[in-house]
């Protein structure tokens, strides 16, 4: 790193790359006061800032030392920030931060940026891939029912729910962005936080608290680039081996439906590596559909027999995955024993805090609480594992209230934005100590920084069962690849989708447009959605069954090309859904797709996502691409193929190791 | 006025308001800098600002002299800006500010507040008429259709045409208000504004430049409190007399039309001041509805013959009313004539700017420019005055762009909220240089602070052809009573309603309910609607006209009583639609009653403004209060009476001199 300064201003500049450019008219930090209001209804947060004051800080001293450079900025004569300057061990440019006031609780910075610069990341996004032009909010909530106030659906869910969300929601937000630049820039705070894109020659950090510090480095490739943040965030183990046998269905209401659909999925042709029950431990009725039970342990009446059974099926090689959140069902066992022992987040005055997830309420597993930690982990252990399940859906995460009180008495405005991370970590803990790491595989929708080394696996969440752009088929590509480009190259979706709300209802087609592009990611798992009989599902029709089974049937046969993907993320961080840039750094329009991706190094796949639509136009950077139904070569640039249902639009490098591999994709 | 002061924080006081309260802990001022970007289409703004500093102006010296206190706030130690205090000759209290550094184009002022405090004003206001406990951005513009996120109107309006507005939006901002507490605070300012009335303790007043003056003062009573404020903004002048000779009848079509409609209005026995005749210049079809060919002249093609009709129809003792607003038609010959002498706004390089009207350009007529004015002027004298109209509607004034260049070198940003103004002024001296103020009337929907001199009546605006709440029915009373406290007492609406779109159409039940309430207002007008073809009309069917025919024989009736209100307008700035605490100050259930009024001082109206209902809930301060239709006294609070199509709720005050003609109303 280098500092450069003079009277007028100082420079920060790392491997080539201006990071900071100050001085006394266009300072790069400011310091501020506000007063935050944060309003949640299940999980969707209304966010206010009465922002009173926004201090620019324009005079600095800087002193060097021999380890570092010490910036102090000051405001009317007098210190308010230091600023530690120092190269990391690993010769990451660090940036510390210590405020000397502690009334401020709004901080800027403003990264130099260049005019023509894209930026992606900023955690999972799932409306925009490239997040130049605009500003993106980073606070962990529900997704939103629609993600776009023109839609019908939006208006919908904003009027009956305050649930329409908007194209910055996601549950997984994460203060860092990575540039096309071939730099990261980490903002080290768990607090809310707002990454600004829209002006020219910066980029302004947002965030309410004095960060820890600023984190930022860069390389001569993506590739080492991705390496080096998951050396910084952590990384994701490899999947286990039974993953690669074929789907996951999601399958509901009780032991004998559950073998039922196994056997006519089999029969049928369906390749299956498991089934995942999310009501084994009971359910629930209320008017947004089948809720579940949430009390973590198997309920015998809706799963008679399943303690055997799943002994059966894993003999059989199918295995069986349940669920379970952070949450505790009011006056359920789980509840109050954690309850009583005191593990549940409270009220300010110590008496009991409940959140609201839609007609039934539940107490907060206060994860700031080592012995509450330890409680549910040895739930997880005993309920779970030890009972046989294989893996779970880990919902939720997101809903952590900003006015409850929490064992380590930090503030839960501070916490909220941590709750994914520790969530996945009681989990991960949980399957660790179990030595089971290797075979229990779990996901998530909640994340943030350093979920990566915990969070086995994403899952886009919850889009609606629909075609539009901002929630629905389209949305988990940028999802996949922003999160992939945080270090999470694991994710996938719901199979179809899930919001089943506002008059959407899940029609075969998009099912199967869904199927196919879901054997092009690196698990493959289907859901009923929230109301099931309002969905085209899996077994609705022979067909259907029929398209399912080729498209299980074309993962499975890409087994060892998957793992060999998953093994590069789990030892290099190199996300198994890569953006077209990730390998063709020198191609510009790469850059602007972020409906297509290249799956592992050598298949590059564009779903379609528009209903109805045969024909599909996409782009192939410079290279030998072949079109695995038609055998078409083609050598780059906007083409376009027939894409009937149940040819999906995929290409093969033509000179991949695995050629023989990928070309046989078309025999199914 | 009072103002004390110590080493930490000064106050001032004024006839017993604690005005400012200022500590270094606790400043009332801040100054700031930002960015605004006002994006434009068809009068709805979307309006952004980035803002870079807020600077609280913690330090201050005071400078006492003979006639005023200076202070001087500072920043970093420097002087930033000085507040010069001083009680004007009329004993108001006046605040001078200037600012010392050019940079700040923010400013923050906290008025002193208490918990309990009620506030009203703001312009007109449609949704709110007690301000508290919400912000309202003041910035001439469309009101909006629908101006509520949850309706599917407004919904649709904001996809369709980025108009669907909220609950601030208006036509006429005006940066005053008035307190429960008896005083008013104005701010002078012509600059984007925004007045916060959600905290506890004090009124936060924002505005996007440094404003002139702060303005405030008490009174023993609210009707002093109209006279001290209409001594400053103005008075709008007595309506002319044969204006409450009958309705205004909103008519299009031509002379034909015009003539057979005042021959079956009359025959039905509707009692008709007037037509109103806005397409007496032409009309354009657009995809919204009907537009007018605005080039300010007679289209004898359309009305044949009206150069002498219109003397033959005052004779008869019907006047003839136009319209007119401060655009020209791109291409016409006033357009080409305003273009030539260099009369229209520009873009910065001195090229032509046209604003989009919606399927048509416009050229804006530069009122900074004093020959604009003038030719104006002379286009109304001569095509509208000489002609023989003797009114018309003064529409718009909202659309100036912020981005164009003026004749006075003044940022369009500035002056955009003071155009109303000056097109009310303009109207007015053509008016004035005619001698017939007397005579003539004209109506604006824009509006500003001073338009109170020069506007001689304000109508409502646009409102949708609905039952909601907030554009509809309802919402011309809090409009009125809004606007009434900013010294416009003479204000009236389009009988049943304007916006036609996006399926709503005017029922005949709507029409009814609205024309009753007409009947209680200073005057009484209809309008076809953009889409006349979809609205039910004073004339589709007889007994329509029956009910209006009843309800302009109410109004004229009363034609001695409302000319006595107006006169009092006239004279002292007390509004003919009052706020029940006007006169019941000590009620404090009145101060919260938005949607009933006093009609005069002796006269309560409560609008059936619900679709279906015929039994109406309403509040009476404590007085004797008859009902008009069952002659029943009642004694005050909370009461229910009968009031089916026909009969509005209205009350009059037993002790009223006037007892005897309001009693007269049940004989129609």
Chains 1, 2 share one sequence.
């Not at 409306?127 to 629609?146: D, T």
């Not at 203060?175 to 820039?185: A, G, R």
């Not at 309920?299 to 295995?319: C, F, S, V, W």
């Not at 376009?640 to 050629?659: L, M, N, T």
């Amino acid at each position: 790193m280098e500092l450069t300064y003079d009277n007028t201003g100082f420079k920060i500049t790392h491997k080539g790359r201006v990071v900071l450019k100050h001085s006394e008219t266009n300072p790069a930090l400011y310091l501020g006061v506000g007063q935050s209001t944060f309003d949640m209804y299940r999980g969707n947060f209304d966010i206010k800032d009465y922002l009173t004051e926004r201090l620019p800080l324009k005079q600095f001293t800087v002193t060097e030392n021999a380890e570092d450079y010490v910036i102090t900025l000051s405001l009317n004569g007098q210190g308010a920030l230091i600023a530690r300057v120092f190269e990391t061990a690993e010769q990451r440019l660090k940036i510390e931060f210590t405020s000397l006031d502690e009334t401020y609780n709004r901080f800027w910075i403003r990264i130099a940026a260049t005019e023509d610069e894209l930026v992606y990341g900023c955690g999972e996004q799932l409306s925009y891939f490239n997040l130049r032009g605009k500003n993106f909010p980073l606070w962990s909530s529900e997704p939103g029912v629609g993600r776009n106030k023109n839609t019908y659906t939006t208006w919908q869910a904003d009027v009956k729910d305050k649930a329409g969300g908007d194209y910055y929601n996601t549950n997984y937000p994460q203060p860092t962005f990575v540039s096309d630049k071939k730099y990261f820039c980490h903002l080290e705070t768990t607090a809310y936080a707002d990454f600004d894109f829209t002006h020219a020659l910066y980029h302004e950090l947002q965030c309410w608290s004095i960060p820890e510090y600023l984190l930022f480095d860069a390389e001569a490739s993506f590739p080492e680039l991705m390496t080096n943040m998951t050396d910084v965030f952590g990384r994701q183990p490899a999947l286990p081996e039974w993953v690669y046998n074929g789907v996951i269905l999601g399958i509901q209401g009780g032991t004998e439906i559950t073998l039922n659909k196994i056997a006519a999925a089999k029969e049928a042709g369906i390749e299956v590596a498991g089934v995942w029950c999310q009501d084994w431990q009971g359910i629930k009725m209320t008017s947004f559909g089948k809720r579940l039970q949430w009390d973590w342990q198997w309920n015998a009446a809706l799963y008679p027999e399943l303690d055997t059974k799943i002994h059966q099926l894993k003999e059989q090689g199918i295995r069986f995955l349940g669920y379970i959140n952070p949450y505790v069902l009011q006056d359920f066992p789980l509840y109050n024993e954690a309850q009583r022992q005191g593990y549940l987040a409270t009220q300010s005055d110590g008496s009991k805090y409940l959140v609201d997830f839609g007609e039934f309420y539940c107490g907060v597993v206060d994860f700031t609480n080592p012995d509450a930690c330890a409680w549910y982990k040895d739930i997880i252990r005993h309920n779970m594992i030890d009972f046989g399940l294989d893996g779970w859906m880990g919902d939720f995460g997101e809903y952590l209230p900003t006015d409850c009180t929490l064992f380590n008495g930090e503030s839960a405005e501070i916490e909220h934005n941590k709750w994914p991370y520790r969530w996945a970590k009681v989990q991960h803990e949980a399957i660790a100590e179990a030595g089971k790491t290797n075979d229990i595989l779990f996901f998530m929708r909640a994340g943030g920084t350093g979920i990566q080394g915990y969070c086995h696996a994403l899952w886009a969440g919850d889009q609606s069962v629909i075609w539009e752009k901002d929630d629905g088929l389209a949305s988990v590509i940028p999802a996949a690849l922003s999160a992939g480009l945080m270090g999470n190259g694991i994710s996938h979706s719901d199979i179809g989708g899930y919001t089943t709300l506002h008059g959407n209802r899940r029609s075969k087609e998009l099912f199967q447009r869904w199927a196919e592009m879901a054997a092009f990611t690196p698990i493959m798992r289907s859901h009923e959605g929230n109301r099931p009989d309002d969905n085209h599902q899996y077994d609705t029709d022979a067909e259907t069954m029929a398209h399912l089974a080729r498209m299980t049937k074309i993962y499975k046969h890409l087994k060892p090309y998957i793992r060999s993907a998953v093994i590069e993320n789990a030892t290099k961080g190199m996300p198994v859904q890569r953006p077209l840039f990730m390998h063709y750094e020198q191609d510009s329009e790469a850059y602007h797709i972020q409906y297509q991706y290249l799956f592992g190094r050598d298949l590059l796949v564009a779903p379609v996502y528009n209903q109805g639509e045969t024909v599909k136009q996409l782009y192939l950077p410079e290279d030998e691409w072949v079109h695995v139904w038609s055998g078409k070569v083609f050598m780059g640039g906007w083409v376009e193929v027939d894409a009937p249902v149940g040819q999906p639009p995929v290409f093969y490098r033509k000179q991949s190791k695995d050629a023989r591999l990928l070309a046989e994709i078309s025999r199914y």
